[in-house]
DNA sequence: ACGGAAACCTGCTGGC
DNA sequence: TGCCAGCAGGTTTCCG
């Protein structure tokens, strides 16, 4: 799926495209996509048509469109693109993608391609979201005030941490409590509820930035360490999104359809048997928690194994 | 509070 | 050529 840099890529592409428009009509294709939602589709159609948007917004992976409704309180949308969510804005006259989930008439804004003009009759842009694996969803929810949010966050995130580019985000906290995480730093660092934004791919990356063993305890390493772990996490996802996002392959792409180039950039993420570039050891590959970890071995040893290794 | 596994899906790749 | 196992950027939930 997309992390923190790729899905504020796609943030900054929709609010281009689609901030201030005003949502004419809402399909949702089957009910899955809107699983989270109880209400059901229907009702998340009808509460979403006729509201301008306000605002695109994001806290960690999530994102949310702020919607002001003719009459009564403003809402988010909220979606999460889960492990192969796109989000694409079309003209309505291009075929429905195999995997169309969800499709928003807009109305109100510029054409979809420069030189087009939006005749009467014609048919419009279209924001439209299209998931293979339908792990996203779509929902509505009401906002609730955060700090360093003007705008309030949804309801539903209230369990994600601020992610490394918020105000919010306090990096001395959050050592503080990975300090006292009996667990794995690498598990530490895929909590959103700890710190949010950061996924396989740049937790793989900033451990070998940092030089650490995905597999050491959180509680085991020193504030100093722990600190460059977070911090190695912040700058290599900084450098992907000046990238555009990493892409391996057509399942992640930005708005109008155009890859990342920060795979090109990846130490170790996916570099099984390839060489180091500290020290040309071979990057191996581990299994951890059901996925895969990539790692030096020589710049990253594994911690000592065996009963009460690595515990205070 | 934490670890681990399973569940939720579709599609692609590599080995036999 | 076909079949099947394994794998993929994530989150939630349940069990121990």
Redesign the pocket.
Known sequence: ???LP?VETIRRGLASHIQGRIIAAADFFGD?VTR?YLPGPQVLADAVQGCRIHAVQRR???LWLVLEPPVGEEFALVI?????GQLLIKDARHPAE??LRAQFDLTGGPPVSHGEREAPGATGTQLRFVD????GSLTGCELIAASGRPDGVPG?IG??APDPWEPAYDLPAVVE?MR?????VK??L?D??LV?G??????DEALWLARVHGER??SSLSRTVLARVLRAAAEVMDRALVAG????????VNVNGAS?YF?RSLQA??RAGRPCARCQTPIR?E?F????SYSCPKCQPRPRSGVGAERS
């Open positions: 799926m997309p992390e790729e899955r989270r960690g992976k999530y999460h693109l889960g492990m192969s195999s995997h293979q694996r339908t792990f539903l369990h994600i409590v006292r995480r009996d667990s794995a598990r530490a895929l959103q509820s949010s950061i996924g396989n791919i740049y937790a305890r959180a996002g990493t892409s391996f392959d057509a399942l992640y990342g795979d993420y996916g590959r299994r928690t059901n996925r895969s």
